[in-house]
């Protein structure tokens, strides 16, 4: 009964390899993100949509391509992966009451 | 843009000490949360508390939006407490913009 859900949970590939991130939430919410959390901890939105639409894209390469099928899924596929690269990702949904709730995470590792 | 900032940074207890976390942030806010991170990286929703006071077992918060702070309130503390806690703010109405993380505080409960 996980509300919200992402796969893989690590991941580890090298340079230059195009890999993807998926991400499920049960909760009916209307919105969905996109956060990465560094080396640091520092948790940092990257997108979000709105009932399959993008709402928000905080200048992130473009090599990061989201895709939202429906509203209860937001995939996250990354191309031309560099070492840069490696962090956390996090998967988000809210509501218009209530706050957000986060997925366990993706650790990515760019060899 | 607004800015979040947590105190302290670190914070390293007796198993069974109180302690307070407090968060500050620049602007009004719409939405204000605190967050657990465990030591397995998963991102745990403790409060939705725009304004107001909640408790929930040994953890309230308070925030005082007309001052812009929040505080989070540990009582009597364990070891499974340990970990990092983020306070995230939104400006957006409806809570679905972009939560604004501070930088976290970092808590070790030693037993």
């Known amino acids: 009964d996980t509300a919200v859900s992402q796969t893989p949970k690590y991941l580890v590939t090298q340079m230059g390899n195009d890999k993807s991130i998926k991400c499920e939430q049960n909760?009916?919410?209307?919105?969905m993100y996109w956060y990465k959390q560094d080396s640091k901890k520092f948790l940092k939105i990257m997108f979000s949509y709105n009932n399959k639409e993008l709402i928000i894209n905080e200048t992130v390469p473009n090599r990061f391509s989201p895709k939202s099928p429906d509203k209860a899924h937001l995939n996250l596929h990354i191309n031309s992966l560099e070492l840069g690269d490696s962090a956390v990702y996090f998967c988000?949904?809210?509501?218009?009451?209530?706050?957000?709730?986060f997925g366990s995470g993706t650790r990515l590792t760019v060899v | 843009g607004i800015q979040v900032e947590q105190s302290p940074p670190d914070l390293i207890l007796q198993e069974g000490a109180n302690s307070t976390l407090r968060c500050n942030f620049s602007?009004?806010?719409?939405?204000l949360q605190w967050f657990h991170q465990n030591p397995w990286g998963q991102l745990i929703n403790l409060f939705y508390i725009p304004s107001g006071t909640k408790q929930n077992g040994r953890l309230s918060a308070t925030t005082v939006a007309t001052e812009r702070y929040s505080l989070l309130y540990i009582s009597s503390s364990q070891t499974t407490d340990s970990g990092v806690y983020f306070c995230a703010v939104d400006r957006s109405s409806g809570n679905t913009g972009k939560l604004i993380f501070g930088q976290g505080t970092t808590l070790q409960v030693k037993p």
């Open positions: 909760l009916g919410h209307d919105t």
């Open positions: 988000a949904s809210s509501q218009e009451s209530g706050g957000y709730t």
């Open positions: 602007d009004s806010v719409n939405n």
